[in-house]
Nanobody, 120 residues
Framework: QVQLVESGGGLVQAGGSLRLSCVSS????????VAWYRQAPGKQRELVAA???????NYADSVKGRFAISRENAKNTVYLQMNSLKPEDTAVYYC??????????????WGQGTQVTVSS
């Protein structure tokens, strides 16, 4: 059983920073691409940032220059550093990962989400 658990969300004032973490656990052999998505009330889930296992990254235009995705492969952990936060960044943030498990092969996994609220 593979699980992804996010943490680090919370309430912050505009201009502030937060660092989200996502830890993968279970019967993991390899992790390929990882990503952060977010979903605001009444809106579709959108890609925020993604990272391949070779280190290449891409970001939504709305967060470029403010957010940074990184990964600590030895700990099966991915981070999202969020700086200069804006009220429009308010959403539930989800971690996503393509994981090879010795029990199920390659599968796409999601965390339960962590709430980020930015006050003006």
């Amino acid at each position: 059983q593979v699980q992804l658990v996010e943490s680090g969300g919370g309430l912050v004032q505009a201009g502030g920073s937060l660092r989200l973490s996502c830890v993968s656990s279970g019967s993991i052999v390899s992790i390929n691409a990882v990503a952060w998505y977010r979903q605001a009330p009444g809106k579709q889930r959108e890609l925020v940032a993604a990272s391949t296992n070779r280190g290449s990254t891409n970001y939504a235009d709305s967060v470029k220059g403010r957010f940074a995705i990184s990964r600590e492969n030895a700990k099966n952990t991915v981070y999202l550093q969020m700086n200069s936060l804006k009220p429009e960044d308010t959403a539930v943030y989800y971690c996503n990962a393509a994981i090879f498990s010795d029990r199920t092969g390659w599968s796409d996994y999601w965390g339960q989400g962590t709430q980020v609220t930015v006050s003006s």
